[in-house]
């Protein structure tokens, strides 16, 4: 997939003031920290489309970007370590939840994962919860850049392991770094895929 145009949409709390569900939506989420607005802007090769910021946390807002005229991109606030009050959080969770059950044309969620981490329990939480909503979703594994090559396939194959404790079929997964953009058209390749499945569906 050769991204062409990529901008910025709106920003919201509310899923009723979300863009017309009229294309397919790939979100991405994360702990905080995990790399996000970084692999957005690589994913998209346009710099500073998705804010970056040292301290995590940044995003608090559902941030869709339209790319290619075809399909939206969501940038969701991350879960997990941010130094917001428990209030500021339990809205946030209260938006997010109310994003996934209710965004009718969500095609797919990324899940960003930090490839150097040992599985963690907000991560396998998060995605325990999408499986019980059946929310079709992918694992993401970001900056695989940032340590050998074997000590990340170490890494991913304990995590998958312990996946395989929980799921019956494992999501489909990725590895990406958003400096090196390692993974980019793999990722960019599958939301092609998608698009393309989606279009030819009976009643598309």
């Given at each position: 997939?050769?991204?062409?145009?990529?901008?910025?949409?709106?920003?919201?709390?509310?899923v009723e003031l979300c863009p017309p569900?009229?294309?397919?939506?790939?979100?991405?989420?994360?702990?905080?920290?995990?790399?996000?607005s970084s692999?957005?802007?690589?994913?998209?090769?346009r710099a500073g489309l998705a804010k970056t910021s040292a301290s995590p946390g940044k995003t608090q807002l559902i941030n869709h970007f339209l790319i290619n005229e075809q399909w939206y991109l969501v940038d969701l606030?991350?879960?997990?370590?941010?130094?917001?009050?428990?209030?500021?959080?339990?809205?946030?969770?209260?938006?997010?939840?109310a994003y996934l059950q209710r965004r009718e044309n969500l095609a797919c969620v990324c899940v960003l994962i930090d490839s150097r981490l040992p599985p963690q329990a907000s991560d396998l939480e998060f995605m325990e919860k999408l499986g019980e909503m059946g929310v079709p979703f992918v694992m993401v594994f970001t900056k695989i850049d940032k340590q050998s090559a074997s000590q990340t396939?170490?890494?991913?194959?304990?995590?998958?392991?312990?996946?395989?404790?929980?799921?019956?079929?494992?999501?489909?997964?990725?590895l990406t770094s958003a400096s090196t953009k390692v993974g980019r058209d793999e990722l960019l390749g599958f939301i092609d895929e998608v698009n393309q499945n989606l279009a030819a569906a009976p009643g598309a």
């Open positions: 997939m050769i991204i062409r145009d990529a901008r910025f949409l709106t920003s919201n709390t509310r569900p009229d294309r397919p939506e790939y979100a991405f989420i994360g702990r905080s920290n995990v790399g996000k692999l957005i802007n690589a994913l998209t090769s606030p991350g879960y997990g370590y941010a130094k917001v009050s428990k209030t500021a959080r339990a809205e946030w969770h209260k938006m997010i939840n396939r170490t890494l991913i194959t304990a995590y998958l392991a312990k996946m395989n404790e929980i799921w019956d079929e494992l999501p489909r997964h990725f």
